[in-house]
């Protein structure tokens, strides 16, 4: 199972019913888990990011079921914002999974191989979520991933009406988990 995979079946498992994804350059990892029939919630392509976190949003407004949206790294991240800062205002839990630039630079499947992989990083794509989020999580490697999401998910889920964020990049969550 590789980490993607890992996370689909996390949130399936946590009763996510719908990913709305806005996908970028770190996606692949979740398309191939998806094409390989991974156990996963319901995803729908959404043309802007704002829009994805707006309909994690309704969604929950509309059936009390916390939802997630998935959106691209740095910018994709930044247009997303303005949706978890509406959420954080209404108390509407969401999870927002990040993508984040590959981690490593070479040796792993899904390290750095392209220019976008330098041009997209970003110091602390977190810290732009910190103020309207009350949990945020940096996924290096995939071994990790179902705690990280059951943690996630925990806070989610945990009556506080809280938005919470992870990031994952793709070396991460493409690799095998042992």
């Known amino acids: 199972m590789t980490g993607a995979e890992a996370f689909l079946a996390a949130l399936k498992a946590a009763g996510v019913d719908w990913v709305f994804c806005n996908p ?3 996606f692949p990892p979740v398309i191939e888990a998806l ?3 991974a156990e996963a919630p319901r995803m729908a392509a959404i043309l802007h990011e704002n829009v994805a976190v707006g ?13 997630a949206a ?15 800062v509406n959420a ?26 392209d220019a976008i992989h330098w041009g997209q990083e970003m110091f602390d794509q977190g ?14 490697d995939g071994a990790t ?17 809280r938005t919470v964020a ?9 690799g095998r988990l042992r």
């Open 55 to 67: 309909m994690a949003h309704g969604y929950y407004l509309a059936t009390g079921r916390p939802q």
């Open 145 to 161: 991933v179902a705690t990280a999401a059951g943690s996630g998910w925990a806070g989610v889920a945990g009556g506080t009406g």
């Open 127 to 140: 810290g732009m979520l910190r103020e309207v989020t009350k949990w945020d999580y940096e996924l290096r």
């Open 88 to 113: 954080h205002r209404e108390q509407v839990p969401l999870l927002l999974a990040a993508g984040r630039t590959p981690v490593s630079e070479s040796g792993r499947r899904g390290s750095r191989s």
């Open 35 to 37: 094409a390989a029939g």
């Open 70 to 84: 998935m959106v691209h790294v740095n910018v994709g991240t930044a247009n997303a914002l303005m949706g978890l």
């Open 24 to 26: 970028g350059t770190d």
């Open 166 to 174: 992870s990031a994952g990049s793709a070396s991460a969550s493409r």
